[in-house]
């Protein structure tokens, strides 16, 4: 039941991003210019909307908080993610956009995908140059979250409580996303469709 519970998830998920423009690499090399925020204004939104109910539901005690996941905090995860947004840039495709896209039926989604993979599988050949080098050392304790949160296995940078704080962000993202304009510098032609 739980795989078949991931794929309708999944599956509504994808045909959300499609739905959004999100699979479209034109609409997401818009947002990135400048050119049309209304795909910025709506992962705003979604990541707001998202914070404030989790970190909303953990105070509540309807979430359990046992099941927040933190990754470890290293040199590595952020070039790692400096990588991940100039190929997000570059190719208008993030990991997840990029299977949607394939799904859609956009062909040039495959060479994305090949990509990625490519990449994986090199890191994997030199991971152990990479845990050498030092990258791979934990930052700040490793697993920490900005806010204490209570009853989480996680450590906390600040007294503050972090479920206070992701309910406070998540408000930040929300209000962004309604004052955000629909574009910030001159729109050009409309995106290509799907092929």
């Known amino acids: 039941m739980t ?5 309708v998830i999944g599956a509504a998920f994808g045909a959300t991003l499609d739905r959004i423009g999100a699979t479209n690499p034109n609409w ?10 209304h795909l910025m204004k709506t992962i705003l939104l979604a990541i707001g909307t998202g914070s404030i109910l989790m ?15 933190v990754k470890t905090a290293y040199v590595g995860v ?19 956009t990029g299977v949607c896209a394939v ?22 050949v030199t991971y152990p140059s990479w845990k050498a080098s030092g990258l ?23 007294a503050m409580s972090g479920d206070l704080l992701g309910i406070i962000l ?16 001159g729109d050009g032609p409309a995106p290509v469709a799907a092929e």
């Open 136 to 158: 791979l050392d934990k930052l700040a304790g490793g697993k920490v979250t900005l806010g204490s949160v209570p009853g989480a296995k996680y450590d906390g940078l600040m």
């Open 55 to 69: 970190f909303g539901g953990q105070m509540l005690g309807l979430v359990d908080v046992l099941h927040m996941s």
């Open 3 to 7: 795989i078949v519970l991931a794929l």
């Open 170 to 185: 998540g408000v930040v993202f929300v209000l962004v996303a309604i004052v955000l304009p629909e574009r910030m510098v």
């Open 103 to 124: 799904a859609s039926g956009r062909k040039d989604a495959w060479f994305f995908i090949a990509g990625g993979l490519l990449g994986a599988a090199a890191y994997m």
């Open 78 to 96: 952020f070039i790692g993610g400096l990588m991940l947004g100039g190929g997000w840039a570059a190719s208008g495709y993030c990991p997840g």
């Open 28 to 37: 997401i090399i818009r947002m990135l210019s400048l050119r049309n925020l």
